[in-house]
């Protein structure tokens, strides 16, 4: 859950360093296309049929052995349950090709799932933001999660 955190935080940092000026500003949208309701209906049906290709699809990742391994996890979480989806809002409050879904579920034996995604669209396809383990690529530093310390 701390790692989606992050990742929400840097895309949203990545979308507000791209603003230049008060005109460029993205309002949300408050009716996104259904791509993106349907993006988390599809990560609802993943899970409940322990679906690890339907995960890495709606996530929008390599089928490779990190995001398989990954997915195994999730699905060992929370797959297989019989969710049923009882709210959920998307907004595009990070541009026209991201935005936040909060999603509240309840599984079949009434236990309750609240739960708060990044989906973006690449190429006219919407995913969630469910993947947080994608190793970086050879060259490239990943991004500090640690605790700031004072100088």
Known sequence: MNRRRIAVAALALLALSGCSSDHDEAKPATSPPDG??????????????????????IGGVKDVPW?????????????????????????????????????????????????????????GIWHLVVFTGQPTSPGKTPASTGTPTAS
């Open 67 to 123: 995001s398989r391994r990954e997915a195994a996890k999730i699905l060992a979480d929370k797959g297989g349950r019989g969710w049923k989806i009882s709210d959920l809002e998307i907004n595009h409050d990070m541009g026209p090709n991201t935005g936040s879904a909060h999603l509240a579920a309840t599984d079949k034996a009434g236990k309750p799932m609240n739960d708060t995604f990044t989906v973006t669209r690449d190429k």
């Open 36 to 57: 993106a309701r349907q993006a988390v209906t599809d990560y609802i049906s993943a899970l409940n049929a322990r679906s690890t290709t339907g995960l890495i699809r």
